[in-house]
């Protein structure tokens, strides 16, 4: 039996896929199990996807303006009630950086990470315009981070 080159990772996450060959545009699906090399994917469609479909995925993290896009291919499908049940391999691995966010985002899902320049509102004070200041955030060390720093530590 083949063993998997990276963990899996059960999740939810919303959303949207394209396939340039059913010009349809974006349609909504859900990541279901997630990895660096691949996505279980429900797609809320009722219109069956041909296996090695090229799909485009954007990937929701914490709000509609906070996604990444992944491309892959199809390599299995079925039919589950009204929707298909699938599973992406993706064309390239997703690197460190987003995956390590991607990892904190699905364990901390309720929780804002950030804020960004379209969250902030500018306030009119005596016809000026301006910006709060950014609140500093702090995200907690990851277990590979306090390894890294501990390999990292050298002795003067």
Not at 63 to 76: H, R
């Amino acid at each position: 039996m083949k063993t998997r080159s990276f963990s899996r990772f059960d999740t939810s996450l919303k959303a949207c896929f394209f396939i340039a060959e059913r010009d349809r545009g974006w349609e909504d699906c859900q990541i279901t199990k997630i990895s660096r090399k691949g996505m279980g994917v429900t797609f809320l469609t009722e219109e069956k996807i041909t296996l090695d479909s090229l799909i485009n995925l954007k990937v929701y993290t914490s709000q509609e303006s906070d996604y990444f896009t992944v491309t892959g291919t199809l390599k299995w499908i079925e039919s589950y009630k009204n929707t298909f049940l699938g599973g992406v391999e993706l064309s390239e691995i997703l690197d460190e950086p987003k995956w390590l966010q991607l990892i904190y985002f699905i364990k901390h899902p309720r929780e804002n990470h950030t804020s960004t320049i379209k969250s902030i509102e500018p306030h009119d004070i005596k016809g000026k315009f301006h910006a709060p200041p950014p609140q500093k955030v702090v995200l907690p060390a990851t277990k590979l981070e306090q390894i890294k720093a501990i390999l990292n530590y050298k002795i003067l």
